[in-house]
Structures are given as structure tokens and as C-alpha cells.
């Protein structure tokens, strides 16, 4: 059973720095690889990142290269979303998900776990 809970989100100014947290209160997180998408009002949810079970491996989309980073700590059954240098077009609801195998993934249909989202808004 797996049960997420995003939190962290807020209100920040452009080139600020926010760290999204994901829990999950279930009994098996370090068997799943685990992602973050966003959806913006009146937009496709989108892929941000991915990261595998044990952590060794992420994926980002490329517009979040080199200023967000996913991480986890398997012992806290905790992931997270360190965002630097947030731009405007970073403002959206922010979702972390859980897959039932091990291994990153990019399209949110493989993720069979949600959370209920944390609300990010990035103002000029």
C-alpha cells in the first residue's frame, strides 16, 4: 500500500529556491520508483522528474535541468524536489507519484500511485 502526501509548495519570487517533500505513510516506498509532474491551469500534466527505487538513477525534462534535483531517502520513506533559479513558467500544482517496479519512467500512465498535489507559484 502506498499513500502520498506532497508538501513544501508556496509563493516565491523568480530566481528563488524551494524544496517540495513527498511522504509516504505506506510499507514498501524502496521498492518503488518515484516521480514529480506538474499541471499549470488549462495544461497537460506534465513530466518533471523520475528517480529509481534505490536512487541511483534520475531523469529530468530538459527544462528543469541544472535547477531542480530529485532525491529520496529510502529510510524516511521520503522523496524530494529541490528547485533553484524557479521560473515564472515553473508555476503550477506540483504531484509526486510512485510506480509498482523499480525503475524510472516518464509517462504518468506507468505511475499507479498519486498524491494530491502542492500548489508552487513563481511571480515575476
Known amino acids: 500500500q502506498v499513500s502520498l502526501l506532497e508538501t513544501g509548495g508556496g509563493l516565491v519570487q523568480a530566481g528563488d529556491s524551494l524544496t517540495l517533500s513527498c511522504a509516504d505513510s505506506g510499507r514498501t516506498f524502496s521498492e518503488h520508483a518515484m516521480g514529480w509532474f506538474r499541471q499549470a491551469p488549462g495544461k497537460d500534466r506534465e513530466f518533471v522528474g523520475t528517480i529509481s527505487a534505490i536512487g541511483g538513477t534520475t531523469h529530468y525534462r530538459d527544462s528543469v535541468k541544472g535547477r531542480f534535483t530529485i532525491s529520496r531517502d529510502n529510510a524516511r520513506n521520503t522523496l524530494y524536489l529541490q528547485m533553484d533559479d524557479l521560473k515564472t513558467e515553473d508555476t503550477a500544482v506540483y504531484f509526486c507519484?510512485?510506480?509498482?517496479?523499480?525503475?524510472?519512467?516518464?509517462?504518468?500512465?506507468?505511475?499507479?500511485?498519486w498524491g494530491r498535489g502542492t500548489q508552487v507559484t513563481v511571480s515575476a
Open positions: 507519484a510512485a510506480r509498482r517496479t523499480s525503475t524510472i519512467a516518464i509517462p504518468s500512465r506507468l505511475y499507479e500511485y
